[in-house]
């Protein structure tokens, strides 16, 4: 079966930086976009940033732009976020996803179809 797992996250000062991981396994990497999303305490979940099958394509929501680079490695079956510049209101869980639609660039949570456990990102100011 497909699994994701995310590492990489921890406390940071604001301005700091991170770098997420997400592994996954089970089926063809290379064949599914992938995506991060996130939720803070006592908020909806909220896209973050989509990667197309080949990485060609990007995409970012407006709060994470300029900030946060999302990448892949199709060779190594992982996804990236590296996020620069953190912000007390990034913090939240982080979660990969992948989506088996094609490029869209899928930016709601139902558009996935598995998801890491998450993994905790906290940026004190």
């Known amino acids: 079966q497909v699994q994701l797992v995310e590492s990489g996250g921890g406390l940071v000062q604001a301005g700091g930086s991170l770098r997420l991981s997400c592994a996954a396994s089970?089926?063809?990497?290379?064949?599914?976009?992938m995506g991060w999303l996130r939720q803070a305490p006592g908020k909806e979940r909220e896209f973050v940033a989509a990667i197309s099958r080949s990485g060609g394509s990007t995409y970012y929501a407006d709060s994470v732009k300029g900030r946060f680079t999302i990448s892949r490695s199709n060779a190594k079956n992982t996804v990236y976020l590296q996020m620069n510049s953190l912000k007390p209101e990034d913090t939240a869980v982080y979660y990969c996803?992948?989506?088996?639609?094609?490029?869209?660039?899928?930016?709601?949570?139902?558009?996935?179809?598995?998801w890491g456990q998450g993994t905790q990102v906290t940026v004190s100011s």
């Open positions: 996803a992948q989506s088996e639609r094609g490029w869209g660039p899928r930016l709601q949570g139902y558009e996935y179809d598995y």
């Open positions: 089970g089926r063809t990497f290379s064949r599914y976009t």
